[in-house]
């Protein structure tokens, strides 16, 4: 069982640039979410997705754009790439409505992105 | 004010310690309370959750939730140097929805 599966690990940009990061989830969660995380300031939400076709903005949504045309994927799309989005990009998914602990989140193991 | 603070350390303990780590929030509308544990270079992974007020435990960990004075606890019992990690707290008012992370404390057990 793989649950969230990130590409890639690490990727440098030079400014200006677009990249897209990919996340990908099996076990049919319907709720996904991308985070970033900088040193001391915890894990703050870009965008979310609470089902395929449906997205909305977190609480840091500028320079970036989602899509989610499968339960399974969500890929996070960077828009001319700027230094302040140095960052490690996390993507979760889960299944509010499951389990004991509703509402867990499920991480991959992040992207690691560098913008020079 | 921020809107979940965390003490960031690093703290250090040595082996078979207890470890007390806290949050403190200002929105009265959480009810759900997590922590999670994010070792170096991994995703974080759910470690405890709570609803409402009160104790969990759960082997060596115990959550706790003070909504009166809007606190949380984690206590470790018999610290190992496996649980040298960085915790963080999370919480939310909605049902299974919109997380406010804490910055995480920096743990290191030593042997």
């Known amino acids: 069982n793989a649950g969230v599966t990130q590409t890639p690990k690490f990727r440098i940009l030079k400014i200006g640039q677009s990249m897209t990061l990919q996340c990908a989830q099996d076990?049919?969660?319907?709720?996904m979410y991308w985070y970033r995380q900088d040193p001391g300031m915890g894990l703050k939400l870009i965008y979310y997705?609470?089902?395929?076709?449906?997205?909305d903005k977190g609480e840091v949504p500028n320079g970036y754009n989602v899509s989610r045309s499968t339960t399974e994927d969500f890929p996070l799309r960077l828009e001319l790439a700027a230094p302040s989005q140095t960052s490690v990009y996390f993507c979760a998914s889960s299944y509010p409505d499951r389990g004991p602990n509703t509402g867990e989140l499920f991480f991959g193991e992040g992207s690691r992105l560098t913008v020079l | 004010q921020k809107e979940v603070e965390q003490d960031p350390g690093p703290l250090s303990v040595p082996e078979g310690a207890i470890v007390s780590l806290n949050c403190t929030y200002s929105n009265s509308a959480f009810q759900y309370f997590m922590w999670y544990r994010q070792y170096s270079r991994k995703g974080p992974e759910l470690l405890m959750y709570?609803?409402?007020?009160g104790n969990k435990e759960d082997g060596r960990f115990t959550a706790q939730v003070d909504k009166s004075s809007k606190y949380i606890s984690l206590f470790i019992r018999d610290s190992q140097p496996s649980d040298s990690a960085t915790y963080l707290c999370a919480m939310s008012g909605n049902y299974g929805q919109n997380f406010v992370f804490g910055p995480g404390t920096r743990l290191s057990v030593l042997p």
């Open positions: 997705s609470v089902g395929a076709g449906i997205t």
């Open positions: 076990m049919n969660h319907n709720y």
């Open positions: 709570t609803y409402s007020s």
